[in-house]
């Protein structure tokens, strides 16, 4: 998939004025083709490991591989494709999860080679959630993926930048969805699990579970597009994709390729009306929910009190603002 770029915070590149009709443009390419593979051997507890060599062999056997590079730890992969493109490959396949995704795009971004509009991106999904390929429409048995790369048929995607901390000195760029509040307490505490099922969907909802009991609501402000809004909240997602957490559907509007960025706030619940509700973020009808309140918009600033946990793409960054 091309990616798209963008110059501000919680924001994402297209600039036409009203929510457009979905583009599903093919960019154009100079390649030949063929796909470099990114290697998450830690995807899925190990799983990218065990799967690297029937990938690639199944990429032989369709003449798409150009080859591999395995990542040796966390934010490898970013350099990883950064020496991809600087070599000439503009496609890029990816063989594990929504963080591998999220690591490959930070170094498209990062590097000045070539525009991002000119690189693809492909998923062999082999991830703990797999949230980014639920919304794209990605196959997820191995060898069906493989086709698909070979197919060729590519569709613009959005990208959006989250700047944060103090100063919005730091910044992230992302593929699916932002979390704060509950989203992002819950993603840091699947993150510092060391019991029973670390690192796999089970890490997250027993984080969801532990959590709904312990966490306070915040009081946030959120600009959306230079209008404010003031809520007490309990989590809020602002994205590209529709599904986070293993399968939430909190986004459930969502369009990968209309320049806009959908957002779902959750107010006031009771710890009863949390747990009962719980299902429905499965299909996305708590959206019905009173206590729910959405927007669309290219740029969305948040502050909180208390501070809050972020996420991107399932992966923690530190706090509000």
């Known amino acids: 998939m091309a990616t798209s770029t963008s110059d501000s915070a919680f924001t994402t590149a297209d600039q036409t004025a009203d929510r457009p009709e979905p583009r599903h443009q093919t960019p154009q390419h100079t390649g030949t083709g063929t796909w470099f593979l990114l290697v998450n051997p830690a995807s899925g507890n190990g799983k ?12 032989e056997k369709a003449g798409i591989l150009a080859g591999s590079a395995a990542s040796e730890g966390p934010g490898h992969l970013k350099a990883l494709a950064m020496e991809a493109l600087a070599q000439g490959h503009l496609r890029l396949a990816m063989l ?43 196959r ?32 992230r760029y992302f593929l699916n969805i932002a979390g704060a509040g509950f989203d992002g307490d819950v993603t840091h505490r699947a993150a510092s699990w060391n019991g029973w099922g670390k690192g796999s969907k089970w890490s997250y909802w027993i984080s969801i579970l532990s959590g709904l009991f312990r966490y306070r609501h915040s009081q946030l402000r959120l600009e959306v597009d230079q209008v404010a809004h003031h809520h007490k909240a309990l989590t809020l997602a602002i994205g590209i994709g529709r599904y986070n957490g293993g399968g939430m559907m909190q986004l ?12 779902t706030l959750i107010g006031e619940l009771s710890k009863a009306a949390m747990v009962r509700n719980l299902p429905r973020m499965l299909d996305g009808s708590f959206v019905q929910l009173d206590a729910v309140h959405r927007w669309r918009g290219k740029r969305f600033e948040l502050s909180s009190d208390p501070p809050v946990w972020l996420e991107v793409d399932g992966e923690v960054l530190g706090k509000t603002p």
């Open 48 to 59: 990218g490991q065990r799967m690297r060599q029937r990938v690639e062999t199944a990429m």
């Open 96 to 138: 594990g999860g929504d963080g591998t995704a999220n690591e490959v795009l930070n170094g498209v971004m990062a590097q000045d080679t070539v525009p991002s509009r000119d690189v693809s991106l492909g998923m062999v999904s082999v991830g703990t959630g797999n949230d980014w390929t639920k919304t794209t429409g990605v």
């Open 140 to 171: 997820r048995h191995p060898e069906t993926a493989v086709q698909d790369l070979a197919l060729g048929h590519e569709v613009l995607h959005d990208v959006g930048r989250v700047a944060y901390g103090e100063g919005f000195r730091q910044q």
């Open 252 to 263: 459930p509007d969502a369009e990968y390729d209309d320049g806009l960025l959908d957002a």
